[in-house]
C-alpha cells in the first residue's frame, strides 16, 4: 500500500489524475490518498510524493510515535525524518515529530543523516497522521515551462501544471499516442510528451499549427507532429490514438465563420470517439449534454475555479 500527498486544494482532482498511475486511489484525507500498484508517479502534477505506508493514526505525536514503534522495520542505513502540517489543518510542532521520531529510528540502529540519506520517513498530518518510507518524490519543474517563456506564446494558455494533469487523465505515457485536435499553442501536447507519449496536435489555424511545432520542438527531441487540420474532420483512421484531450474555445461563439459553438464542440467529440475510446475534454461551461449526444459516457467531470470569472469544466468521457 503506498501513501500519496496530494498538491493543489482539489483532492477529487487529483486522486483523478493518480489514478491513471495508481489503482484503488482513495482519499483518506485533505491532502491525503492511498493507493496500490503506483506506475511512474514521478511523472504526476498534483501528487507531490508517493511512500511506502507504514500506518495510519490520530493527528498527534504521541499517536505517530506509536505506530512507529509498532512497526517492523527491514531497513538500514542513515535516515531523515520529515513531518508536515498538510495545508496547516493542525497544530502539531513537525520539528518535535521529526525529532521524536528521529530518535525511536536512532534506537532501531539508523544513523541520522539529514543531507544525503539511505531512507527518509515521511509524517504527514491533515484530519488524520500517515507515516511511510519515501518512495518517490514529483520534481516541480513546472514553473520553467511557463507559457510566457515558450517561443510560441499566445494570451489565454493553461499553466503547465494543469497541462500534465489533463494528459495523465487523458493516458499520457510511454508506448502511448495522444492527440490534441484543438491544441493551440501545444502546451497539453508537451506536458503529454514529456510524461512519454507520442503526439499529435492539429489546429484549424496555420499559425497555431506551427507555433504548437515551436514549442514541441524546443522541448521534445522527437516523437511529435502538428497540421492544420479540422477537428469536425480528422484526417486519422478509427481507433489510431490512445487518447485525446483538448481546450475548447471559451466564450459563446466558435472562431470558425457559419460554426456554432455547439456544434463545433459536438462535432469534434463525434471525430474523437471515432479515434479513440478515451477523451478529456475542458471548457468554460458543461459539456456533459455534447458528449453524450456524440456517443460518449461521462465518467466524470470536475468544475475547477480558475478566478472570479472563470471555471474551468473537466470532462473525463469513456
Known amino acids: 500500500m503506498y501513501l500519496l500527498e496530494l498538491a493543489?486544494?482539489?483532492?477529487?482532482f487529483a486522486a483523478r489524475e493518480a489514478a491513471s498511475r495508481c489503482s484503488d486511489v482513495e482519499v483518506i484525507a485533505p491532502g491525503m490518498a492511498t493507493a496500490r500498484g503506483v506506475r511512474r508517479p514521478e511523472t504526476l502534477a498534483y501528487t507531490r510524493r508517493s511512500c511506502r505506508l507504514m500506518g495510519t493514526c490520530e493527528p498527534d505525536i504521541k499517536?505517530?510515535?506509536?505506530?512507529l514503534e509498532a512497526a517492523g522495520i527491514d531497513r538500514t542505513g542513515t535516515v531523515a525524518v520529515r513531518a508536515r502540517d498538510v495545508r496547516g489543518l493542525t497544530?502539531?510542532?513537525?520539528?518535535?515529530?521529526?525529532?521524536?521520531?528521529?530518535?525511536?529510528?536512532v534506537d532501531r540502529g539508523f544513523e541520522v543523516d539529514l543531507d544525503d540519506p539511505d531512507q527518509t520517513l515521511v509524517a504527514l498530518f491533515s484530519e488524520t497522521a500517515a507515516l511511510?518510507?519515501?518512495?518517490t518524490k514529483t520534481p516541480r519543474e513546472f514553473t520553467a515551462r511557463k507559457p510566457t517563456d515558450k517561443p510560441f506564446f499566445q494570451p489565454g494558455s493553461m499553466a503547465p501544471i494543469d497541462a500534465r494533469a489533463l494528459a495523465n487523465i487523458a493516458g499520457a505515457g510511454p508506448d502511448t499516442r495522444v492527440l490534441d485536435p484543438m491544441c493551440g499553442t501545444g502546451g497539453i501536447l508537451v506536458?503529454?510528451?514529456l510524461a512519454g507519449s507520442d503526439v499529435v496536435g492539429v489546429d484549424a489555424q496555420w499559425k497555431m499549427a506551427r507555433g504548437a511545432h515551436q514549442n514541441l520542438d524546443h522541448y521534445l527531441e522527437d516523437g511529435f507532429e502538428t497540421a492544420r487540420a479540422d477537428?469536425?474532420?480528422?484526417?486519422?483512421i478509427d481507433?489510431?490514438?490512445?487518447?485525446?484531450?483538448f481546450d475548447a474555445p471559451y466564450g459563446r461563439q466558435s472562431k470558425i465563420e457559419g460554426v456554432s459553438l455547439a456544434d463545433l464542440v459536438g462535432d469534434a467529440l463525434k471525430e474523437c470517439r471515432r479515434v479513440a475510446g478515451r477523451?478529456?475534454?475542458?471548457?468554460?461551461?458543461?459539456?456533459?449534454?455534447?458528449?453524450?449526444?456524440?456517443?460518449?459516457?461521462?465518467?466524470?467531470?470536475?468544475?475547477?475555479r480558475v478566478h472570479g470569472s472563470l471555471t474551468r469544466y473537466v470532462h473525463v468521457l469513456v
Open 239 to 245: 481507433d489510431s490514438f490512445d487518447g485525446v484531450v
Open 279 to 304: 477523451t478529456v475534454v475542458v471548457g468554460d461551461q458543461p459539456w456533459n449534454d455534447a458528449a453524450e449526444a456524440a456517443g460518449w459516457t461521462v465518467e466524470s467531470r470536475f468544475d475547477r
Open 191 to 193: 506536458e503529454a510528451g
Open 63 to 67: 499517536a505517530a510515535i506509536a505506530v
Open 91 to 105: 497544530d502539531v510542532d513537525t520539528q518535535a515529530v521529526e525529532r521524536q521520531l528521529g530518535s525511536v529510528l
Open 231 to 236: 477537428a469536425t474532420r480528422l484526417p486519422f
Open 8 to 12: 493543489g486544494d482539489d483532492d477529487a
Open 132 to 135: 511511510g518510507w519515501l518512495e
